[in-house]
């Protein structure tokens, strides 16, 4: 039994984790223990010099023989830079300013209906490298979701 919350039917429930120091079995027991079903790696490069377990060349064939799809989707990734014009100045992280301004581009947008038309089909987790995600850019994805209606558990 998946441990999240069942969402309305018909609507899902979109999970974020973050891979963290994690050892790889471990990572994939949290994954199957929430049913997922697709791994959407948020990461802007999908690489890691402390935990290359999670290296894009390593985990997707990880991935694969616990039964879990992976896609890397770099429209959602973050270290975003602020723009010189932006709104978004209250945020004191210049990091998250960035993807805050950054989540008002198309691009955004276009990677953003790409997560949510796969999770209308498969249970899915964005991934990132930080363990927490208030000190992470999926949690200005999970905001985005949820002002779309969109359930969003973080693991």
């Known amino acids: 039994m998946a441990l999240h919350k069942s969402a309305p039917q018909g609507q899902p429930v979109i999970l974020t984790i973050g891979h963290s120091t994690r050892m790889l079995e471990a990572f994939l027991d949290l994954l199957r223990a929430h049913r997922v079903k697709r791994l959407v ?19 997707p064939k990880a991935l694969r023989h616990a039964g879990i799809a ?28 960035g993807f805050a301004d950054y989540m008002q581009t198309r691009e955004f947008e276009t990677g953003l209906d790409k997560l949510i038309k796969s999770a209308a089909r498969t249970q899915v987790a964005i991934m990132c490298a930080e363990a927490v995600p208030w000190r992470c850019h999926r949690s200005l994805i999970a905001d985005a979701l949820v002002v779309r209606g969109i359930q969003v558990e973080h693991v």
């Open 70 to 97: 992976y896609i890397h989707l770099p429209k959602l990734g973050g270290l975003r830079h602020a723009r010189r014009d932006s709104l978004n100045t209250g945020w004191r992280n210049a990091s998250f300013r």
């Open 41 to 59: 790696d948020v990461r802007t490069v999908p690489r890691s010099r402390h935990n290359p377990q999670f290296n894009q060349d390593a985990l």
